[in-house]
C-alpha cells in the first residue's frame, strides 16, 4: 500500500496565533509588532499522545556507526565535564552511541545511554580549523531531539505511515544549523519533520538543500581547539517555557545583547525570553523560549591569559536543549516577556553590581 500525501493538520492555537497578534498590535507597545508571520511559521507546540499502541508503531530506525578517534576523544572529555554537575550527574560512567547526520556527515549525534536507555545527548560538528565544536546537548529521557519513540508515535497519529503498511520506508537523520531534521521517504512520499518538535516542515526537497547545507554562522562555543572550557552548574529559571502561553513578548522591543553580565538577571527565577528568526523560523526551530543557562569558563590556570566564557542557552520544553547563546543572537533576535503590570521589563536593561554569573 502506498502512503499518500494528505493535507497537515494545523492546530488550533496555530490558527488563533494570527489574530492574537492581530489584537496585540492594537495595544500600546515600546516597540513595533513583527509581523504575525515571522513567530509563526513553526506552528505551536504538539505534544504526541502515549495512547498510540506499540503494535501500530512502524520499525523506523538508524544504525550506529564508527566514529573517528578524535571525535570520541573530544566527546568523552565534554561529557566528563558536564557530568561534574545538574543535571548531568548521570551522564559518569555512561555509553555512547555514535550517529551520522547528514548531508555530508559535518555533525555526529551522539546519544549518552544509561543501561540501555537514554539519558541525554550531544550533536558535535566539524569546525572551521578542522576541529570539532558542541553544537547542541541536553539530558533527559523525553522531549529530546531524535527521539525514535516520539517519531513512531508520531507517524502513526498523523497517518503518514498507515498501521496496514508493508512496504519500505526510509528514514535519514539530518542536521541544519540549529535544526535537527528528520527525512521520511514512504514509496515516493518524502516528508521532512522537525526533530525537535516533531512538525511537519513545508520543504520540498529542493528547499530542504539549500537549508541544509547553508553554511553556520560563526559563533562562540566550546571547541576541541583553544583553551579548555570547563560549565558551571546549568541554572534554570522555571519560566514560561511555551512561546504561545504568552505572546506579548511580540510587542517587547528586541534584546540588543546578552552576555556574561546581565544574562543572570535576564534569566532570573521565574522569568523567560523569546527567540525568532524573522521570515526562518521554519529553519531555525523558532519561536522557542529560553529559560535558563550555563556557562563554561576557563580553568583557573588558563583564566589569567585567556577570560572568554562561552554561554549556552537553555532552550524548549523545560530548557533540556542547549544551544550556543552567541548562535541565537546572530541568527534571530530575543525578547522579553513583560512583566505582571505589562510593563517591557527592565531587568537586564543597565549593570548591576551581582549579576556576574556565580
Not at 502561553?245 to 545583547?257: G, M, Q, T, V
Request: net charge positive; proline share 7%; aromatic share 8%.
Amino acid at each position: 500500500m502506498k502512503a499518500s500525501a494528505r493535507p497537515q493538520a494545523v492546530p488550533w492555537r496555530r490558527r488563533l496565533f494570527p489574530l492574537l497578534c492581530l489584537g496585540l498590535a492594537l495595544l500600546p507597545a515600546a516597540a513595533a509588532v513583527p509581523a504575525a508571520g515571522e513567530a509563526t511559521a513553526q506552528g505551536s507546540r504538539i505534544l504526541v499522545p502515549q495512547a498510540v499502541s506499540q503494535a501500530l508503531q512502524p520499525d523506523l530506525s538508524i544504525k550506529p556507526l564508527p566514529s573517528p578517534k578524535t571525535l570520541q576523544e573530544f566527546t568523552a572529555d565534554t561529557i566528563s565535564r558536564l557530568s561534574a554537575a545538574a543535571p548531568f550527574t548521570a551522564w559518569k560512567n555512561a555509553e555512547t552511541e555514535y550517529y551520522p547526520l547528514g548531508p555530508g556527515t559535518h555533525s555526529w549525534l551522539v546519544n549518552v545511554l544509561s543501561g540501555g536507555q537514554r539519558i541525554g545527548y550531544l550533536i558535535i560538528s566539524a569546525a572551521e580549523d578542522g576541529g570539532y565544536m558542541l553544537s547542541e546537548y541536553g539530558a533527559g529521557t523525553t522531549g529530546l531531539p531524535y527521539s525514535l519513540t516520539e517519531l513512531r508515535q508520531f507517524v502513526v497519529q498523523e497517518a503518514l505511515i498507515p498501521s496496514s503498511y508493508s512496504g519500505n520506508a526510509e528514514l535519514t537523520a539530518l542536521y541544519a544549523p540549529m535544526l535537527p531534521v528528520w527525512k521520511l521517504t514512504v514509496d515516493k512520499q518524502t516528508y521532512y519533520i522537525n526533530a525537535v518538535s516533531l512538525q511537519l516542515l513545508p520543504w520540498n526537497s529542493a528547499k530542504a538543500d539549500a537549508v541544509l547545507k547553508g553554511a553556520l554562522p560563526s559563533a562562540d562555543a566550546v571547541t576541541s581547539s583553544g583553551s579548555r572550557l570547563s560549565p558551571l552548574q546549568a541554572s534554570l529559571s522555571g519560566g514560561q517555557d511555551d512561546p504561545y502561553a504568552d505572546i506579548r513578548w511580540l510587542a517587547s522591543s528586541r534584546l540588543k545583547a546578552v552576555d556574561s553580565v546581565n544574562v543572570a538577571v535576564l534569566l532570573g527565577k521565574g522569568r523567560a525570553l523569546a527567540y525568532q528568526s524573522p521570515g526562518a523560523n521554519d529553519t531555525t526551530g523558532a519561536p522557542f523560549m529560553i529559560t535558563g543557562y550555563q556557562s563554561w569558563h576557563p580553568s583557573v590556570l588558563e583564566n589569567a591569559k585567556n577570560s572568554r566564557t562561552v554561554i549556552y542557552a537553555a532552550t524548549g520544553v523545560k530548557g533540556r536543549r542547549y544551544l550556543p547563546f552567541a548562535l541565537l543572537q546572530k541568527t534571530g533576535t530575543l525578547h522579553k516577556l513583560p512583566d505582571a503590570q505589562d510593563n517591557d521589563l527592565a531587568y537586564g536593561t543597565r549593570t548591576h553590581a551581582g549579576t556576574i554569573l556565580h
